[in-house]
């Protein structure tokens, strides 16, 4: 199953909760891990491409990017 990981602007508690919600409501992901001390989220998603899980991230308002290695 590919993995994703994206860089996410995240300040508090609050805005990864952000993250979280809109991750979990969103059809096609099978797990994922936010990371505020990292600033990272990673996903795991056999159907969604990687653009359609950015575009859900920065749905919250978030400012993310795909992370390069």
Not at 18 to 23: F, G, P
Not at 30 to 55: G, R, Y
């Amino acid at each position: 199953m590919p993995q994703y990981k994206f860089n996410v602007t995240m300040s508090c508690g609050g805005c990864s909760g952000a993250v979280t919600k809109a991750l979990q409501r969103a059809d096609g992901i099978d797990s994922f891990e936010v990371s505020l001390e990292n600033q990272s989220v990673t996903v795991d998603s056999s159907t969604l491409e990687e653009a359609a899980i950015l575009k859900v991230i920065q749905g919250t308002g978030k400012q993310a990017s795909i992370a390069t290695a």
